[in-house]
C-alpha cells in the first residue's frame, strides 16, 4: 500500500544502511535482543517516555529535555528519516504510539513498516542479534498541541453538547461496556463515546487494511472530516494505533488522550457510562440465566 506514512519491506530493505535512517523497534527487550530485529535498529518502547510519578501509566513524561535525551540517544535528529516497527499481531498497537508521540514531538519524517516484523520474517529477510549503539542524534522537540488532548479539556467537551467532537473509543467491546477489569477502579466508557476496536484494520499478513474501504467502514459509524476526533483507551497505546489509522485514512483533526481510562477512571468528577444490559447479553449471562 502506498501512503508517505506507511514503507514497505522491499523499499526499507534497499535502504538499510543509509545515512539518515533510524528504525526502531518497539516490541520487547528480549524480542529485539534475543529473537532477532531489523539489520540496524535500535530499541524503544513506549513506556521509557511516561511520566514516572503518573499513576496514569500513559501520560507523557512532563521534561520535555529528559525525553529528548533518550531519542538523541536512538540516534535521532530533527530530519531523520524515522521507520517504526513492531509485531503488530503480539503488542497493543505500540508502533503506533511511538508515531503519535514523534508526531506530537514535531518529528515529521516518520514511516511505519507495513506488516511488521510478521512480514519481514515471512519473507526471509534479514535480521541480526543483541543491541545497536548507534551515534548520538540532535534532536530537539517542538511540541504540537492539537495532536494531543488533557483530562480537564475533555472533560470540558463532554459537559456540554459537542456535535463537532467525536470521541472514539479502541478498547475492546466488553471493556467500553463496562467489564471490570483488575487495576481499574471504574468500568465503563466516557458518555457520547463510540466504539470502534483498534485491532479490526490489518489483513492476515499484517499489512493496514485497504484505506478505501476503512474509510468505509470509519464513515458508517459517523466520523465525518469536519469532526475534531478523540481517541482512547486504557493507557493511549490502543488510542494511538486508532490515531494512525484515522489519519492514513484522512481525517485531519484527531487527537489521542494519553492518560485514558487510567486517568478518567481515577477521577470521580469525571463521568461515566455503563451498558451491563449489553454486557451481559454479548458475555451469554442472560442465556445463562434461563430456564432449561
Known amino acids: 500500500m502506498t501512503h508517505p ?3 514497505d519491506t ?7 544502511g543509509r545515512s539518515g535512517l533510524v528504525i526502531i523497534d518497539v516490541r520487547g527487550r ?3 535482543e534475543f529473537g532477532g530485529h531489523i539489520p540496524g535498529a535500535v530499541h524503544s518502547t513506549w513506556h521509557e517516555y511516561s511520566d514516572p510519578n503518573a499513576v496514569a501509566k500513559g501520560l507523557l513524561d512532563p521534561d520535555l529535555s529528559r525525553i529528548e535525551q533518550k531519542l538523541r540517544a536512538l540516534g535521532i535528529d530533527n530530519d531523520s528519516d524515522v521507520v517504526i ?3 503488530p499481531f503480539d503488542n497493543w498497537g505500540d508502533e503506533g504510539r511511538m508515531f503519535w508521540m514523534l508526531q ?7 514511516k511505519i513498516l507495513d506488516g511488521g516484523w510478521v512480514k519481514w520474517t515471512q519473507e526471509g529477510r534479514p535480521f541480526e542479534h543483541g543491541r545497536v549503539k548507534p551515534r548520538l542524534g540532535s534532536f530537539n522537540a517542538q511540541p504540537v498541541p492539537e495532536l494531543i488532548i488533557m483530562k480537564d479539556e475533555l472533560k470540558q467537551i463532554v459537559r456540554r453538547p459537542h456535535p463537532e467532537t467525536m470521541i472514539v473509543d479502541a478498547r475492546s467491546l466488553e471493556e467500553y461496556l463496562g467489564k471490570e477489569v483488575s487495576g481499574i477502579p471504574r468500568p465503563g466508557h466516557i458518555p457520547s463515546a463510540i466504539h470502534v476496536p483498534w485491532n479490526g484494520f490489518l489483513n492476515p499478513d499484517a499489512t493496514v487494511k485497504d484505506l478505501v474501504k476503512i474509510r468505509e467502514s470509519l464513515e ?3 466520523l465525518q472530516d469536519s469532526h475534531q476526533i478523540v481517541c482512547y483507551c486504557t493507557g493511549g497505546v490502543r488510542s494511538a494505533w ?7 485514512a484522512g481525517y485531519p483533526k484527531v487527537r489521542n488522550y494519553p492518560g485514558s481510562w487510567w486517568e478518567w477512571s481515577r477521577d470521580f468528577a469525571c463521568p461515566v457510562e455503563k451498558d451491563f444490559k449489553m454486557l451481559q447479553k454479548i458475555l ?8 432449561s
Do not use: V
Not at 10 to 16: A, C, G, I, P, S
Open 5 to 7: 506514512w506507511l514503507i
Open 10 to 16: 522491499e523499499t526499507l530493505y534497499q535502504n538499510l
Open 30 to 32: 528480549a524480542a529485539y
Open 85 to 87: 516497527y513492531s509485531n
Open 104 to 110: 506530537y514531538l514535531g518529528h515529521q519524517n516518520l
Open 220 to 222: 458508517e459509524k459517523g
Open 242 to 248: 486508532l490515531y494512525f489509522i484515522l489519519k492514513l
Open 284 to 291: 451469554g449471562y442472560d442465556e445463562a440465566s434461563k430456564p
